[in-house]
Every structure is written in structure tokens, then in C-alpha cells.
């Protein structure tokens, strides 16, 4: 018999995978599939394990759970350099997700790549182009006949190239991956800031750019800056008001929006014991806003049972069996600690345009009087891909039958977002959606919606000064109706129902009374509900389309005259010289999120279009020189205009420019076009006192230049009428500082030094003009 090594090798070829697919083939012991979509996709605890043993003996201490999972996914466990916070792992992901906002500049990419497959299991699921304006069905037939192009896209390049395609109504992303694809010890990318929510199934699951998901895609190592481990040790149980929600609620306000940069946080102790599947899920999908690598919880009996409950005992049975590597060892080492009583913990509201400015619902009201805060709230919003489990539904409709009971309804407006068909359909078969419509919910689509900004709002015009309060993850100015004056507050769904049914910020439904229409005050009692349906789930109708086994004959066409669509043109290579009298586009002022860089709303529909969607380019970015958003100097002519069209007009001067921001530059959503936009208008670099970790890595695999200032004083010596030059790239080497020269049109100049984080690998990217061009060059030496 040939020896297994040449087996595997034959088989490699015959089939065209890699090879822990292949072994999988030849390894009969406990072959689970990954989900009931890929039956030949076999999980690989096996080669987790041996994985994990390598790494052990190598450090010869104990592992968190996330180094387990992350190191269990080397490469190359035998020879990687591992030190946490410093080196970069190249790691073999096992599966990839994209929304249908960004995988079509992911497939684009894919596309340009010239690969006929994708080498691992992929999904796109059609979510974020549904906005919502008069009801779930309603919204959903206007969605698939505006964005059709875009589906079609969308559905012919999954069929061509292998990727499962999910249709517009399924769901929710995050909500589809959790019911059918994540599970415990699972490295899963998504091109999606919020993917960390199938770490409440015990995964490593990651936010990327779509160049990263690419590369995936393509069956090249992914590689991630080995992460740091805060650990959140939890301790009491959860009770009455206080739910999952306010973990993370509370967590956010003690890290902010930033203080989880760099790390994986990691949710431990006997505390988790109290904390449903979907709860845990809820935790680790806003683990985003402090900007965290991503979230995890390690398998317990929860996780079972929500696996069971979605057809997957056999995962939980697998599961079982590795338990001892889906769990922290005894002993191991976080690099910050945080402790939470939840006995203790009260239920919180965060906001307004920060997700990070905690409050207790107890002390919001007195808060927003001081601060001058609208106290009536306009809409209350439940939902989101944080919080749209049956769960959640099951608690807001509990409030929802109290209020009913004593013969009101929400004094707010109210919107219902179902986070999937199925649970849309489940919470329709037992009755929780018809309780939210009688006390004066709308059920809008199984989408994302206003959540991103996706919503026909009428009830207030553009500037007035207004409340609502959500369930979503996200608060930023604008976010969700474009209206800066918008002050928006997240919280749990059964919060925002006693909310909304009260009508007023002052209101704390754990100690305040409210008015029956007999005249008689009552208290709202704290909402129970069972976490899973007693009966099966109702799967709803069928949403999923298979990429067919033969898809030689399958056409993708991109219509040179589309306003939607628009095939890629290679971005230009470095010229191998110096960057010299780059203009300031733009010095921002505070916080610039990627929702400031490229906006979704309204823009959502030119996600295809990289050409069209600049037209976006940092319109909610505030000018340092003049305090206004969208209103930049030409230098050239001096004239103040839009940024957009003071890049395209550089561009076209064959004038290089450069961005100067201030601290965690780029937090937010993972979209990519925040960084494609600027360098497609002819911007070099991207200047910052720091930056959020997927916006710095989408830069560097565009061809940009994210840099620090080495001293964060220099930002204010630098002014928008400066011209810059960065010096060093000829000797472009990782730890190596740059220099720049600040030149003053008084004639003077100063110096500075500019840090970066680029390695070997993202060096050849800037090289070569982006990562794409870097691959291209490989395939053909």
C-alpha cells in the first residue's frame, strides 16, 4: 500500500482541497459535517487537537480557550513565532461569510483573482439592501425588485464559484451562522464587524475587509497579529431586568470604544452557566464596539442544548467528546482581567453617539435631563443582529402582554426586526409577534434595517433634535436615520419594550409605576421566557441556494454601463520613491468611524460600484480647519468644496494626498470601501494618532500607508494648508520608523516620525500596489 503521505497527496489533486479536507476522506472516526448545507465538510477536532498539543509543548503552559482555537489553526504550529500582541500568525480559517454589502466587492476581487473556487466553504447572505419603510413583506418585494442586479450578481457568481448564496428575506447574517454554521472550536471569517456573534456557540468568529476573505477564499494563509486575551471572568447569575445585554453594555463602558483593539475578550467563570446560547451570542456580537479582535464563551450545556435544538446534536455529541479543547486549561494567563457580578449587575443603557457611555437605567433619565437630552422617545426598535432570538422576542412580548393586560399600548412608535426566517416564523407560530403588533409594533423584514441605517424615516425632519432607543449595537451620529440630531441609546430588547410602551427616558420599569386605562397604577413585572421553542423550530419558508456541483456553464456578467456594478481595474504600483508634497485632503476632528469615511444608507446601493460609491468619501468627516462636515479646501484654487470632489479633482491634477485623523481612526463597520474610496481618488496615506484594527488592515491591502504618530503631539503640528513628504520606503522594513517632513508654507519645516505595524508580507502588498496585485504576481512566477 502506497504510504498515507503519497495517498493524501493523490487524493489532493483527484479532488482539488486541502489537505485536512482530503484526510477527512481517509479518517473515518467521528466524521460530523459542518453544517447540513456542506455533508462532505467534516469538522476537525482531530487536527484541532494535534494542533493544540504542538503549541503546547512548544510554550509549555496552560492556553486560554481563544489560543486553543487560534493556535489550533496555525499553519505551521511547529515552527510560528507565537507572542502575543507582536508577531503575525498565518492561520487556515474553516470557513468564510459575507454580506451582501460587501461580498460584492469581495467576489469582484474573486474574480479578478482568475481562481475557478473557492478552496473552503462559503456563504453570502443577502441582508443589508432591505430598508425598512412600511412592513416585513412589503419592504421585502421593493428590495428584491430595486437591488435585483445586484442579487443576480450576487446568486450567478455564488453558483459559478462555490459559495452558498442565502436570498433576500433569509435573514440576518449573524443570525443564519449561528443557527447553521458555527460551532464550538469553529475559525470562521466574515466580512462583517459583528461576525464575533458565533462566538456565543464557542467560535472564533472575525470581522475582515473583503480582501482578507479573498485571500481565504483562495486558499492562502490568513494572517492575524497574534491577539492579547482579556479575560471576563463572571461570577452570580443573571435575574429579573438584567439580561446578556447589559454584560457587554457594562464591559463596553469600563474598556470603551477602543480598549479591546488588539485582543480577544474572553468570557469565563461560573456566571456563564446562567447566560442562554443566543445570550452569549449577544454578548460577543457587541464586543465590536470596544473594538475587539473578536469575543468568545467556552461549550457548556447551554450550547448543547441550543445545537440540539437546531439539528446539530451530532456537533454537540462531537463536541463532547473534545471538550478539554473547547475550554481555558486551569491556570492560564489573561493579559487584563475584568470581574462582573451578575447578581449585582443592574440593566444599563449606553449612548447617546457612543456606544461606550454606560448608564443604569435607574440614572439615564436624570443624566439626559442634566445633559439636555430629549426625555420623549420617538421610536423604540427591537431587533438587530445583537438582539432577534426567540429569546429576546419571547422576553419583549412578556412586557408587551402586561401592558396589554391593563389596556395600553406603546406610546412610542415601535419597529420589530426577526433576526431570521426561522425565527420569524417561529414567533409567528406561537404568538409573540401578534402580542408586539397589538401593542402597536410593526414587524419590518428579516433584515438588517435601520440598525444600519437602512430606514425610510417620516416622523421627524433632517436636524430636529429627537430620542429613540434600540436594541441594536451601534449608536453613532447619524447612523440610523442620518439625522445628526438624532440621540440614540442601546439597551435590551425587554427595555426598549418598557420604554416604548412608556414613552419617556425617566421611566425605570423596575421601580416606577405606570397607568392602566381603568386609571389604576401598575408595575411591570421583570419579562420570562423560555430561551429555545418547547416545539421544533418552524424553519419558515427556504431560503438557501446550493452552488451547483458543475459550474462550467454558469455566466457572471457585469454590464459596462451598470450604476450598481463595476469590475475592478488593478490599483497602480508603488513607484519606488519617496512620497513627496502630498496635500492634506483633510485633518478630521475626533471621532471618525467608518460610518464618517464612507456612509452606509442611502450609499448601500453603490457598494459595487467603487467608482460611484467615492462619491461618499469621508462626507461625515469634521474639518479641523473649519469645523464643518464635507467642506474641505482645494489648495489649489482655495475655494472650500465637498471632500469627494476635492479628491477627484487632485486626482486629476496628478496631486498625491494624504488623510491626517485623530485616535482610533476607522472604528465601526469592517467595510473595506472606507479603504478602497481613498485610495482609488489617489490618496498614499492615511495618518493617525491610532487606528481600529480592521480599518488598518483594509488599508494596508489597498496599497495605503496606515501610519501613527510616533509622538501623538504631532498631530497639531501638522495643519491642513501643510504639505508632507514620507521618507524611508525605499528601506521599508517592519519596526523601522518613517519619516516625514512637515513643510509650512511659510518656508519652514519640521520632522517627525511616523510608526507603522506592516511585516514582510503587507510590505510586498504596498509594494505591488494592494494585496490583489500581490497575488496575481505570485500565481504567475
Avoid at 474639518?623 to 489648495?635: L, P, Q
Wanted: net charge neutral.
Amino acid at each position: 500500500m502506497a504510504p498515507y503521505n503519497l495517498l493524501v497527496t493523490r487524493l489532493q489533486k483527484a479532488l482539488g482541497v486541502r489537505q485536512y479536507h482530503v484526510a477527512s476522506v481517509l479518517c473515518q472516526r467521528a466524521e460530523v459535517a459542518m453544517s447540513h448545507f456542506e455533508p462532505t465538510e467534516y469538522i476537525r477536532y482531530d487536527l484541532l487537537e494535534k494542533n493544540i498539543n504542538v503549541v503546547r509543548k512548544r510554550l509549555n503552559r496552560p492556553l486560554t480557550l481563544s489560543e486553543k482555537i487560534v493556535y489550533g489553526h496555525l499553519d505551521d504550529p511547529a515552527h510560528q513565532e507565537i507572542e502575543r500582541g507582536k508577531t503575525y500568525l498565518r492561520l487556515r480559517p474553516d470557513r468564510v461569510a459575507m454580506q451582501d454589502a460587501t461580498a460584492q466587492m469581495a467576489m469582484l476581487q474573486f474574480i479578478s483573482s482568475g481562481l475557478p473556487k473557492v478552496a473552503v466553504p462559503s456563504t453570502i447572505h443577502c441582508d443589508h439592501l432591505i430598508e425598512a419603510q412600511l412592513g416585513g413583506e412589503k419592504d421585502l418585494r421593493r428590495a428584491k425588485d430595486i437591488n435585483q442586479e445586484v442579487y443576480n450578481f450576487l446568486a450567478s457568481a455564488g453558483a459559478k464559484y462555490g459559495v452558498g448564496f442565502w436570498r433576500p428575506g433569509s435573514g440576518i447574517i449573524h443570525q443564519i451562522i449561528l443557527e447553521n454554521y458555527a460551532y464550538p472550536g469553529v475559525l470562521l471569517i466574515g466580512t462583517d464587524s459583528h461576525t464575533p456573534n458565533g462566538g456565543g456557540l464557542g467560535g472564533i468568529c472575525i470581522g475582515v475587509g473583503g480582501a482578507d476573505a479573498v485571500d481565504v477564499m483562495a486558499g492562502i494563509p490568513w494572517e492575524l497579529k497574534c491577539p492579547k486575551v482579556i479575560g471576563v471572568k463572571l461570577t452570580g447569575s443573571l435575574s429579573g431586568w438584567t439580561s446578556p445585554k447589559d454584560v457587554i453594555l457594562k464591559v463596553a463602558g469600563i474598556l470603551t470604544v477602543k480598549g479591546g483593539t488588539g485582543a480577544i475578550v474572553e468570557y469565563h467563570g461560573p456566571g456563564i452557566d446562567s447566560i442562554s446560547c443566543t445570550g452569549m451570542a449577544t454578548i460577543c456580537n457587541m464586543g465590536a464596539e470596544i473594538g475587539a479582535t473578536t469575543s468568545v464563551f467556552p461549550y457548556n450545556h447551554r450550547m448543547k442544548k441550543y445545537l440540539s435544538k437546531t439539528g446539530r446534536a451530532d456537533i454537540a455529541n462531537l463536541a463532547d467528546e473534545f471538550k478539554d479543547h473547547l475550554v481555558p486549561d486551569p491556570g492560564c494567563h489573561y493579559d487584563q482581567l475584568i470581574e462582573i457580578n451578575l447578581s449585582e449587575l443592574k440593566p444599563h443603557i449606553n449612548g447617546p453617539f457612543t456606544p461606550d457611555l454606560a448608564h443604569p437605567v435607574a440614572e439615564v433619565g436624570s443624566v439626559a435631563e442634566k445633559e439636555g437630552w430629549p426625555l420623549d422617545i420617538r421610536v423604540g426598535l427591537i431587533g438587530s443582529c445583537t438582539n432577534s432570538s426567540y429569546e429576546d422576542m419571547g422576553r419583549s412580548a412578556a412586557v408587551a402582554k402586561q401592558a396589554l393586560a391593563h389596556g395600553l399600548k406603546c406610546k412610542s412608535q415601535f419597529t420589530i426586526t426577526p433576526g431570521s426566517e426561522q425565527i420569524r416564523a417561529t414567533i409567528e407560530r406561537d404568538g409573540y409577534a401578534q402580542i408586539l403588533r397589538d401593542v402597536g409594533g410593526i414587524v419590518l423584514a428579516n433584515a438588517c434595517g435601520p440598525c444600519i441605517g437602512q430606514w425610510d424615516r417620516k416622523d421627524i425632519k433632517k436636524g430636529e433634535k429627537n430620542t429613540i432607543v434600540t436594541s441594536y449595537n451601534r449608536n453613532f451620529t447619524g447612523r440610523n436615520d442620518a439625522n445628526p440630531e438624532t440621540h440614540a441609546f442601546v439597551t435590551s430588547p425587554e427595555i426598549v419594550t418598557a420604554l416604548a410602551i412608556a414613552g419617556t427616558l425617566k421611566f425605570n420599569p423596575d421601580t416606577d409605576f405606570l397607568t392602566g386605562k381603568d386609571g389604576k397604577k401598575f408595575k411591570l413585572e421583570a419579562p420570562d421566557a423560555d430561551e429555545l421553542p418547547r416545539a421544533e423550530f418552524d424553519p419558515g419558508q427556504d431560503t438557501y441556494q446550493h452552488p451547483p456541483k458543475d459550474s462550467s456553464g454558469q455566466r457572471v456578467d457585469v454590464s459596462p454601463t451598470s450604476q450598481r456594478l463595476q469590475l475592478l481595474e488593478p490599483f497602480d504600483k508603488w513607484d519606488g520613491k519617496d512620497l513627496e508634497d502630498l496635500q492634506i485632503l483633510i485633518k478630521v476632528k475626533g471621532k471618525c468611524t467608518t460610518d464618517h469615511i464612507s456612509a452606509a444608507g442611502p450609499w448601500l446601493k453603490f457598494r459595487g460600484h467603487l467608482d460611484n460609491i467615492s462619491n461618499n468619501l469621508l462626507i461625515g468627516a469634521i474639518n479641523i480647519e473649519n469645523g464643518k462636515a464635507n467642506s474641505v479646501r482645494n489648495a489649489v484654487t482655495q475655494e472650500f468644496g465637498p471632500v469627494p470632489d476635492t479628491a477627484r479633482y487632485y486626482k486629476a491634477h496628478g496631486i498625491r494626498w494624504v488623510v491626517i485623523g485623530d485616535e482610533n481612526y476607522g472604528e465601526g463597520s469592517s467595510r473595506e470601501h472606507a479603504a478602497l474610496e481613498p485610495r482609488h481618488l489617489g490618496g498614499r496615506a492615511i495618518i493617525t494618532k491610532s487606528f481600529a484594527r480592521i480599518h488598518e488592515t483594509n488599508l494596508k491591502k489597498q496599497g495605503l500607508l496606515p501610519l501613527t504618530f510616533a509622538d501623538p503631539a504631532d498631530y497639531n503640528k501638522i495643519h491642513p494648508v501643510d504639505k508632507l513628504t514620507i521618507q524611508g520606503l525605499k528601506d521599508f522594513t517592519p519596526g523601522k520608523p518613517l519619516k516625514c517632513i512637515i513643510k509650512h508654507p511659510n518656508g519652514t519645516q519640521e520632522t517627525i516620525l511616523l510608526n507603522h505595524t506592516f511585516n514582510e508580507t503587507q510590505i510586498e502588498w504596498f509594494r505591488a500596489g494592494s494585496a490583489l496585485n500581490r497575488m496575481k504576481e505570485l500565481q504567475q512566477k
